[in-house]
């Protein structure tokens, strides 16, 4: 008779299934760890992927993406109706008029680097988030010689003006998605982007020989994003008591609509990026707890 972990694991090779048919599979997500042989890399982040946070650039890089594995350390969804009151002669109460309601998501998460091709891996994956947190520019007036020459005395050099800003889509398990198709990551914008180096747990160092000089990696990077979502899709009510989204079930948060896809849900216990099975001290030891 299978165990918890072997149900949990044909889950999610169905749900590889299905993503694979998804739309979104057309992006090339980018896991740079996804070929390290440490064994407890290769058993946390290959045999669980629920664990990685996905980002998607659909202005910016568009046909790329990348995996992060995350072990959350904080996350906060903050919903926040907005009001104008208006005080007025004679009412103890001022009139409220409603404006709009805003949505904003603060994550915090830990990265551990097991050994200097993992921390490598990460730093690539770390870069191309911040390379995308620029916009997109675009090319204006001549491009040859003569006309470069023409374009500066007349004053329209330099000739680079943004067309796109750099929107990010944000995919982690059912906690952040797009509730109208659940497989799709959630899109906003990162308005902050903080990378801490953890030198508690110490550093890696590696001597690179073509560059004559040692290059120094942490064993553990802190990252927090502060994103503020923006909705594909309708939000709010209808007069007969509709919600107009897709799926009110899934929103905010993606729920399990299949009562039969999962069995003993409560035997499936998860610490960070860890299901069933004593994997806690690989990652106590790992994050240097």
Not at 42 to 66: C, E, H, K, Y
Not at 156 to 174: D, E, H, M, Y
């Amino acid at each position: 008779m299978p165990n918890s972990l072997d149900r949990y694991n044909s889950e999610i090779t169905k749900t590889k299934q299905t993503l694979s048919t998804a739309k979104q599979s057309k992006i090339d997500f980018d896991n740079y760890s996804a070929n390290t042989q440490e064994d407890s890399v290769s058993r946390i982040r290959n045999n669980l992927p629920f664990s990685d946070i996905q980002f998607s650039f659909p202005v910016t890089d568009r046909t790329s993406g990348i995996r992060l594995p995350a072990f959350l350390s904080s996350h906060s969804d903050t919903f926040s109706p907005s009001w104008n009151s208006i005080p007025v002669y004679g009412r103890a109460d001022p009139i409220p008029i409603y404006k709009n309601t805003t949505r904003s998501i603060s994550l915090g998460f830990k990265i551990p680097n097991f050994d200097i091709e993992d921390a490598i891996a990460n730093f690539k994956s770390l870069g191309v988030l911040v390379k995308n947190l620029y916009p997109v520019y675009k090319s204006f007036g001549s491009t040859d010689i003569l006309g470069s020459i023409r374009d500066s005395v007349s004053g329209l050099s330099p000739n680079q003006s943004i067309v796109g800003a750099p929107l990010t889509r944000i995919k982690f398990a059912n906690l952040i998605c797009n509730s109208d198709n659940p497989d799709f990551g959630l899109l906003g914008y990162i308005t902050n982007l903080g990378v801490t180096i953890d030198v508690q747990t110490g550093f890696l160092i590696y001597a690179d020989s073509s560059e004559n000089e040692n290059l120094l990696f942490p064993r553990t990077l802190n990252l927090s994003i502060s994103f503020t979502p923006l909705h594909e899709h309708k939000v709010g009510w209808g007069t007969s008591n509709n919600w107009l989204g897709a799926n009110k079930d899934n929103y905010p948060f993606k729920t399990r609509t299949d009562p039969n896809s999962l069995q003993d849900s409560d035997s499936v216990n998860v610490g960070g990026s860890i299901v069933s099975g004593d994997y806690g001290a690989i990652t106590r030891a790992a994050l240097g707890s």
